[in-house]
């Protein structure tokens, strides 16, 4: 048994050519959305040259760039004063270390292949043009978002992405419920980003500063610390809540399938929606400091929540692209899990494979609708036969996904188990035993929906409409690109030889050599776990052996409870929702206009009554032969008839005439 | 250009005035008149960059371009005009904007035409906006304070919609309500100063020493005018009658330079001049602030009319402004500022949109309406566009005023209650959600889904034209400069907001 170490991360001997021009990564997307949008029509293709090229470009940079760091280049921090106030200072800059050399292959890697797949999923769309501006407009916000040097203009990418996300979702406008479906995301994010942005107010009042590294760097220090720094930490993982779709907020990310299925992939799978995990992964420190780490078992226990609930709603969806919303709102709350139990490295791990082989099982199921035009698994069935390649990657994708040896997803997920059980044996966490209970049950759960989508898709007898076929090469050279990866990109995190962990750790993050208890019992338990899951599903859903209905025996509420998605919906819905969109906004514009504005109207026709009362008592009590008096009230009382009279112009005229004459007198008086 | 220092206010102030005396001998040509009426607003526009040429940044905290000359001298008032950097960016708004519509009034004049009485409302109009952002002497600004009145009294009563003479007397008297107690309060002001001066900068002195009951009871005179002006809630229930009857171009003024005179009111005369009132005033003023957010965006999800909705919009995103500077903080009134001048920019965006659907539709009615992206695409992109801007995105300009002035409600300045200010600010944060809320429904409604059958055939319903993208056009861009480039306004504003904030000690 090697002995633990301490983590000593690539030491910089150099400085590199690539991560000065990392800036160059986001820009390049940002261009290519104005071209796109403003002369995207013009150009043959409809624009997605501009797209493919630019986005090209800025994965071999950002390539070039990581392969530059692990080979020990310097990290680089620049930025520039964005505006001054007296007791304020926001600067524009760039952060480009590890951690956002690593996100920027993610997303521009998945931006590219989502980009060429489109070519031949969009291919008839109406909105063509429009969507590959989008798609490049998202890009650019989420590389922006993880670029950023500091809070406010991490915000401003997180807000862009989530703005795209509302327009992609929303692609297929024209039908009411996809629309909803984008609101719904936009809005249920945003409660969420209320909280982050006062997160961030939080840690500039006490830090003085939006910087994240100095931040960090203070929390570190202890220079920030207390029921503030905590308070603040939780405030920021309102906004990861929100954006990583984790209990409670996760609502919105089921209905986000409304979207085209590219854009699943790429935001709702691969990319914007890690953006809470890369939130709690820049700003570590500070959840890790803060009251001796209160946060992370905060994200511990969501985290916990949302695995197993998501998992089991996967596992009842008729819905491919349900299926696999729930169970990447399932595998966020694994990344999550991983931070908060400290096993920093095999969170952002669990983050890198899950993009890859998520990615895989979106862009396979897009193959899939395109070729059954339903999004139901039960028009499917029997496909392995009629689309050979998007049947075999999905399989790699779901064994991943699955947790199968030697796949992508099976190093991530062991690690996190793994540390889980590790912070529960050490006492590191309080709330550890839970992460480890919730990911070991979701671990099989994982297995068994996994197993259903797959043989409900795949084998059997095709049970849909038309003639299915393979998609064009533009869609399955993507799969197969993909599908090879999940099948190597494990190995990066391999006991012992994995370099993962010498790239992206937290600063004394402890890297545990060779030892039976994680990296032999752990995985022969849950794969073991997983086979058997495989078998149920087999006798389950293949051979249909058990043919009962859940419903009707006496676990049949908790069948109910989670097919209304455990009434969340409807308490959002019903609770918050409708109660302001009718009653309360008519409760609110009924006092508006009768009360505030009824004491408006009320004070005119008293002043009007008033007057004319004045002005009768005057004609007939008082002898107008007398005085003047008599004559002003009259100006005054006739005055008021015009406003009866509704001649309101000689009204305004005799008021305006007084105001003239008021500030005459003050003139020359 | 040293002309440029003496005169350039004054001309930005009285060229459209001087436009009005010429139209008035002008013959009634349509065109003859549209020319006179844009060259003065042209005019007014280049004197106003012309000063902000001239102006120097790196100074903003001074009063500069100033003239101070005898006026009435029995009473002390001066004509005293000059600008910092909280003038300029409002005169600035304004001498645009009031271009901008002259530009869409060539495209459109509203029944019943007239199109000489309506070019020279317009320009008497801007005279006396103008006028209010550049005035440092009470009664003077008193006079132009009161000048919007007149033309945007007859703009309701003569051009506007069904319910129009009910909108315009119960804007201008309301209006006129408020400016007495405003007046009462210059009055007692000047009394104070041993009836000697009514100069907005000399009173920050003659104050210094009054007591705490005259500094309140003055302040609440103050208050009562601005507050009706800007509106706050509860005095905002003349905003949506005047917006929903006013033309198109009304409520753009109305909304995009009007209502900030109320707002420039407290950081110009009221804050300044009676700083020790405004710590007391100041949680009130943030509690009505933030009911107005919540109220504003309440009442949006019940409107039926998309104007009337826009203009409880302007009730939601004043209180914004409103809570930014009832903070006292830097941040606050920075953010109010910005605030101001991101409001002006989408809100009056919004209200030439709502008037052009009107134009295409005949309908403002958010039910009757739908699929305007899927028929005129390019409109409904810019309608899109502002809403989204209107929500305060961050990257456009919406976001900056809300954010500092959340921001400044985290910390207010000292002598506040920090706990009843955070609060606030998570009730304005709230607000922001529903704010999101109800434009995106309403781009939901208006903007999506399919065309109802009524407007099927496409008759008379025509994308952008080319004078509505001239007048859009700078609107859109300073959207997203400023959202992008915020120091474009707080370069200009924060030296003298830091002025305003030092002497809250924040």
Known sequence: MLAAEQIEGVEATRTGLFPDLMWLVPLLPALSFLV??????????????????????????S?????????????????????????????????YDFLTGLMFVVVTFISLLVQIYSTGYMLDDERYTWFYAALSLFTASMLLLVTADNLIMMLVGWEGVGLCSYFLIGHYWEEKPNSSAAIKAFITTRVGDVGFMFGIFALFILAGTFNITEINHLAEEGEIAGAGLTIAA???????IGKSAQFPLHVWLPDAMAGPTPVSALIHAATMVVAGIYLVARLFPVFEFASGGVPLEVVGVIAAITMLIAAFLALIQDDIKRVLAYSTISQLAYMFAGLAVGVFTAGMFHLLTHAVFKALLFLGAGSVIHAVHSNNMSDMGGLRKYMPATFRTYIIGSLALAGIFPLAGFFS???????????????????????????????????????????????????????????????????????GLTLVVGFLGFPVIGVFKYWIFAEGEVAHGFEPLYNVVLPVITVGGALIAFFLAYKWFYRNEWRFDFRKTSFGWMYGFAERKYYLDDLYLGGIVKPIQYPLAAAAYWANQHVIDGIVDGTARGTVGAASGTYRADQGVV????????????????LLRYIQSGNVQRYAAVLFASVAVFVAVFAFA | MSWVDDWGLSLATFLPALGVVILMFLPNRESLVKITGTAFAGLALIAGILCAVRFDYSRGDQIQLEVDSTWIETIGARYHVGADGMSLPLLLLSVLVCFLCMVYMWWHIPEPGKPKAFFALVLLLETGMNGTFVALDLILFFIFFELVLVPMYFMIGIWGGPDRDYASVKFFLYTLFGSIFMLLGFLALWIHSGAETFDIIALRESTAGASELFQNLVFLGLFLGFAIKVPMWPFHTWLPDAHTEAPTVGSVLLAAVLLKMGTYGFIRIALPILPDAAVTFAPVIGILAVIGIIWGSLCCFAQTDLKRLIAFSSVGHMGFVMLGIATLTDTGINGAIFGMVAHGLITGMLFFLAGSIHERYHTREIAALGGVLKQIPRFGSVFSFAAIASLGLPGLAGFWGEMLALLGAYQPAPGLNVELFRVLMVIGGIGTVLTAG????????????????????GKGIFDVERLEWTAWVPLLLLIVVAGFYPALLTNVTADAVGGLAGIFGA
């Open chain 1, 63 to 95: 390539l070039a760039g990581f392969i530059d760091l692990i080979t020990g280049a310097e990290t680089v921090e620049k930025h520039w004063v964005w505006f001054e106030l007296e007791t304020l200072e926001l600067t524009f800059g760039m952060n």
């Open chain 1, 413 to 483: 997920k062991d690690e996190i188990i793994g540390g889980a059980l590790r912070a529960g044996i050490d006492g590191t966490r309080a709330t550890a035993w839970i992460v480890f209970g919730s990911a070991l049950i979701t671990a099989f759960i994982t297995a068994l929906y996994s197993a259903r989508m797959c043989i409900k898709t795949f084998w059997g007898e095709y049970r849909g409409h038309g003639h299915p076929h393979e998609s064009p090469g533009s869609m399955t050279s993507p799969l197969w690109v993909l599908g």
């Open chain 1, 234 to 240: 939780l405030l920021l993982f309102c906004g990861a």
């Open chain 1, 623 to 638: 002898d107008f032969g007398v005085n003047g008096a008599a004559g002003l009230t009259n100006f005054s009382g006739g």
């Open chain 2, 438 to 457: 109800y434009l995106l429904w309403t781009v939901q409604r208006v903007n999506l889904g399919t065309v109802p059958d009524k407007f099927a055939s």
């Open chain 1, 36 to 61: 796109i949008l403003f002369f995207g029509k013009r150009f043959p293709d409809k624009g997605h040259g501009v797209g493919i090229l630019a986005i090209g470009i800025a994965f071999f940079l």
